[in-house]
């Protein structure tokens, strides 16, 4: 395993922190615009802006990895689908153990 550019787990409330780092954030995907960005809901309920092109369909959850632009945008470098059910709330707090007292178990 790579561990020479780690991406932080986050959220849409966690993102604001990490701007500039590389991230991975689970969203549930809403809506396309179709000219390289998703709307998806994040698993603290919150909006995000994944800005890039999807390498092909969608699943209702999906992983993106890469860089965070802005406190509500992520730049995605990679798209993993995650299926169509997720436990939101267990990712969610998977996010809060990785940015808190635990960190330092999560690469």
């Known amino acids: 395993?790579?561990?020479?550019?780690?991406?932080?787990?986050?959220?849409?409330?966690?993102l604001r922190?990490?701007?500039?780092?590389?991230?991975r954030a689970v969203i549930q995907v809403l809506r396309s615009d179709g000219g390289g960005s998703v709307i998806g809901k994040s698993t603290d309920e919150q909006q995000l802006v994944i800005?890039?092109?999807?390498?092909?369909p969608l699943?209702?959850?999906?992983?993106?990895?890469?860089?965070a632009d802005s406190n509500q945008s992520i730049q995605a470098e990679i798209w993993n689908n995650f299926g169509d059910a997720l436990?939101?709330?267990?990712?969610?707090?998977?996010?809060?153990?990785?940015?808190?007292?635990?960190?330092?178990l999560f690469i």
């Open 59 to 67: 699943s209702t959850f999906v992983e993106v990895i890469g860089i």
């Open 17 to 23: 922190m990490h701007v500039g780092r590389r991230v």
């Open 87 to 104: 436990d939101t709330a267990c990712y969610n707090n998977v996010c809060q153990l990785a940015n808190g007292d635990f960190k330092h």
């Open 1 to 14: 395993m790579d561990t020479s550019n780690p991406a932080v787990f986050v959220n849409a409330e966690l």
């Open 51 to 56: 800005k890039g092109h999807p390498p092909g």
